[in-house]
């Protein structure tokens, strides 16, 4: 895709797993055997919780109505018996952080099991974004242990599984985990121990590893799966569904661990992709080559425009990974806002020192800062860059175009501020003066509120019209101002971002996913 996206978010998330720019989701599974809350907490492990919270979102799908999937109605259906467990709302809630205007939990749900599954040696599974958060909880159609193997079969085939993709799936599933006594005690038993407070009893012997030998154990009778050799034989369904094809498919995966990886890729991205029919995914979401992070155009108190943020550079080459970032050219180029371009439209772009991390190859940032002269403004820029000063540039053009920018309407951040008491948001922002007509001015607020009977936060958007207020550092630009309450019933939960919009001269100029507003109006600023 090309930027600016309403996918930016998730990309981030999807592309850096460490360091400066960090997504922040891998850190919650990193390493795979990790404990969830930091670790805190220890025999659980987070990436088991969150693939087996996914499955049961998903398991609300029926083929035939093309309702339920991964819609995360699973907020609302965390009290069931079927999704017994404190990882539901444990998951849920570290989910909350990454919830933005473009990011559902679903699509949080999604890509927490892609990265969680690459970080613990697993398939690269293909991600694509695009879900919808459901409005209240789907039918009860998690499968449950103590069922018998039809009834097994018959909810794959209403989620559009067979019986050896049925197979598969749980093997894949079980390949991570175990079930735990504390929410089983009918099927483990006298696995409590202060380490292991929840009695986790694992299904292989490798639960921190996407591999194979959830089968190699299974086929060769050294298994220990609580659900397929259990004390209790009313609630070995892994052992009914591993043997329901005569045991082909299982064996298939035993001597073969690149089919099962292969299998298991293909599997889950069905699982992840089952979604209400009414909602359209988007096309395959992978790292840009390059792209803006955190970039802002804002008007500096001298009346010019100030360009800052970072270009993230992301490579899988082997000139890549040997990169040395302060060694790296890399030189952002601009067109003046009537698309003109000029030797002087130049600066070069600092490496972050800090470094990053991918799952995907290797991610470098690169910090920009420069004062543009408001007269002339800007409409797009290019970056040329390479890997060291001998290799030749790559021109970064987004596609052909360059990257877009607007300096039609700038958010003004160091104004905007909070009224902690009041519960009333105040935004700032300019608008240029020579557009001609200018009409619509207004600001969409996008944040969060609590939901009734869900652990999830809902997104929503407050619209408040810009009124023109005295007062801007610049004759070009006319300041606007708006502010509105929340009626004190936004969160701190999710991700917060601010769009301003106006229509001038007959055209819309957008100033999208602008950051939080942490400033408390009652404090004055601080110059
Ligand atoms: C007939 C189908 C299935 C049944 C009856 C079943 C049953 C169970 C049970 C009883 C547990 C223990 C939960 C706990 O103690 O927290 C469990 C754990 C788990 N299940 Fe399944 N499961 C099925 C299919 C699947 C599928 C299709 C997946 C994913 C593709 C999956 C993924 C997991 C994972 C990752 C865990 C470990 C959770 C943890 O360690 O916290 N399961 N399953």
């Known amino acids: 895709y090309v930027w600016p996206s309403p996918y930016d978010l998730l990309e981030d998330?999807?592309?850096?797993s460490s360091g400066f720019g960090d997504g922040g989701i891998v850190d919650g599974v990193d390493p795979c055997s990790l404990g969830p809350i930091g670790g805190r907490i220890p025999g659980r492990q987070a990436a088991a919780e969150w693939l087996r919270l996914a499955y049961h979102d998903t398991a609300t799908h029926d083929i035939e109505t093309g309702l339920g999937g991964l819609d995360a109605s699973i907020g609302f259906e965390t009290g069931r018996q079927q999704n017994v467990g404190r990882g539901m709302n444990d998951s849920l809630v570290f989910f909350g952080a990454f919830q933005s205007r473009n990011s559902s939990m679903a699509d949080v749900i999604a890509l927490s099991v892609i990265l969680a599954i690459k970080n613990c040696g697993g398939p690269s599974i293909p991600f694509r974004?695009?879900?919808?958060?459901?409005e209240s909880a789907g039918p009860e159609t998690v499968p449950e242990p103590q069922q018998d193997l039809e009834s097994h079969a018959s909810s794959f085939a209403h989620q559009g599984f067979n019986v050896t993709e049925m197979i598969g799936l749980v093997?894949?599933?079980h390949t991570m985990g175990g079930v735990h006594q504390v929410d089983f005690p009918f099927t483990v038993q006298?696995?409590?121990?202060?380490?292991?407070?929840?009695?986790?009893?694992?299904?292989?012997d490798s639960f921190d590893s996407f591999d194979n030998h959830i089968a190699t154990q299974w086929i060769d009778g050294t298994t220990a799966n609580?659900?397929?050799t259990g004390f209790n034989t009313t609630t070995n369904s892994d052992a009914r569904i591993f043997?329901?094809?005569?045991n082909k498919t299982m064996r298939a995966f035993a001597q073969n661990p690149n089919l099962f990886s292969a299998q298991c890729g293909s599997l889950l991205e069905r699982m992840l992709n089952t979604v209400p029919r009414t909602?359209?995914?988007?096309?395959?979401i992978e790292p840009l080559p390059l792209k803006p992070y955190q970039l802002s155009l804002n008007m500096a108190s001298n009346g010019s425009l100030m360009l800052s943020g970072y270009i993230r550079i992301f490579g899988t080459s082997v000139e890549a990974a040997a990169a040395t970032p302060a060694a790296m050219p890399v030189s952002l180029n601009w067109k003046d806002r009537n698309g003109q371009t000029n030797v002087a439209y130049s600066t070069s772009a600092a490496a972050v020192s800090q470094t990053s991390a991918s799952l995907w190859g290797s991610v470098r940032f690169f910090e920009i800062n420069v004062a543009i002269d408001a007269y002339l403004g800007i409409s797009s820029f290019v970056v040329d860059w390479a890997y060291s000063s001998q290799l030749p540039l790559t021109h970064s053009d987004n596609g052909g175009d360059g990257f877009p920018l607007q300096d039609v309407i700038l958010n003004v951040p160091e104004k905007s501020c909070k009224d902690f008491s009041q519960h009333t948001v105040t935004v700032y922002g300019v608008i240029r003066t020579d557009m001609g007509p200018i009409s619509n001015p207004y600001v969409d607020y996008n944040s969060n509120v609590n939901q009734e009977g869900n652990i999830v936060v809902k997104q929503v958007t407050t619209r408040?019209?810009?009124?023109?207020v005295d007062g801007s550092a610049s004759p070009l630009y006319d300041t606007y101002s708006a502010t509105f309450t929340d009626g004190g019933q936004f969160t701190d939960e999710g991700v917060v971002t601010l769009d301003l919009v106006v229509d001038a001269g007959g055209k819309r100029y957008v100033s999208a996913k602008n950051p939080e507003i942490f400033r408390n109006c009652r404090v004055p600023v601080v110059r």
């Open 13 to 16: 998330q999807y592309t850096v």
């Open 129 to 134: 974004a695009g879900r919808i958060d459901a």
């Open 171 to 173: 093997a894949c599933g």
């Open 190 to 204: 006298n696995a409590i121990s202060s380490s292991n407070p929840d009695g986790m009893a694992h299904f292989d």
């Open 226 to 228: 609580p659900l397929a």
């Open 243 to 246: 043997a329901a094809d005569g």
């Open 279 to 284: 909602v359209q995914l988007s096309e395959v």
């Open 464 to 468: 408040a019209a810009l009124a023109r």
